[in-house]
């Protein structure tokens, strides 16, 4: 620390990501990437702008692929904001939508990037306690707030709300903007994108870091009443008026163009998730339902922790959380088939 720093500085605790490892040949199963890779097409129209486009400015309004999105979704171009994966979004989300005056609510188990983003931003939050089953209750966010935030499906246990759950919370809180960041909707869940012409306060944000597989391109979006998108374009613009480097661009519109391959991909998650939830049930873990890309689980005997480091020793990383109430569960993201089968193989030799 120096005396350099201001009082902010000083007190910020930063998000801690999970590891990214530089040894190739480990079982990377610990940051929810989709293993399948992004489309052909993606490729193509990337390529293309390696030829021309990088010695041009991008469009600093990402005119096409807002486009591309809004007729993918069924809504104008001007209700979509996009940015540098959605955890840019969310920043500026957290910066120019979410009140000063009341708590911020968010479930108490959940992306733990939300309370970074209040710390940085000076804004209160207030933890709101998941029930027994790990779920959200509704009910719960009836109280006076600055505005609501949760994943939905929820991170990192992946269960989900019903869009009449969602519904429940977006209209219960009329004076606030509600936030449903569906980072993993694709693998399961119902988007909340259909509400947004009935619900003036609502906002969807999405990745395409994940049924998309293209986490390392950094592509995130928003979408909502086209007000709540002019402030975003607002706070982006008195940072950085080009958010979207041309490839970005050009590979996230290709992305949404092309939808077999979506559809295939992250039906081969989902399947695999099934077979892998039996798999660990079948290896004595408890496995919340999941309709993520992940599957959140404990063992009936064996501690996170230990399980996390023995599984890390044979080459396979996972990921543990170590805070109160979830310090023995495992965050298990869904692999290949044979990624698969040398996690559920591993731990067959280590219970
Ligand atoms: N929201 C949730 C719930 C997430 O788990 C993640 C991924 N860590 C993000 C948002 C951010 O994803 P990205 O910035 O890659 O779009």
Redesign the pocket.
Known sequence: MSKYWSPLVRELKPYV??EQPKMQRLVKLN??ENPYGPSPRVLEAIREQLDEGLKLYPDPESEHLREVIARYYGVAANQVFVG???????AHIFHGLLKQDRPILFPDI??S?YPVYCGLYGVESRPVPLDENFRIRPEDYDQPNGGIIF?NP???TGCCLSLKEVERIVGGNPDSVVVV?E??VDFGGETAVALVDRYPNLLV??????ARSL?GL???LAIGHKDLIEALNRVKNSFNSYPLDRLAQAGAAAAFEDDAWFQETRQRVIDERERVTAGLAERGFDVLPSAANFVFCQHREHKGAALAQALREQGIIVRHFDKPRIDNFLRITIGTPEQNNELLIALGTLL
């Not at 540098?84 to 969310?90: K, R, T």
């Not at 944000?205 to 994940?210: D, E, I, M, N, P």
């Open positions: 990501p999970g940051t929810n540098n994966g959605s955890d840019e979004v969310l959940t992306y990037f994943p929820n991170a990192p960041d980072a993993y944000s999405q990745t395409l870091s994940k986490a950094r592509v995130g």
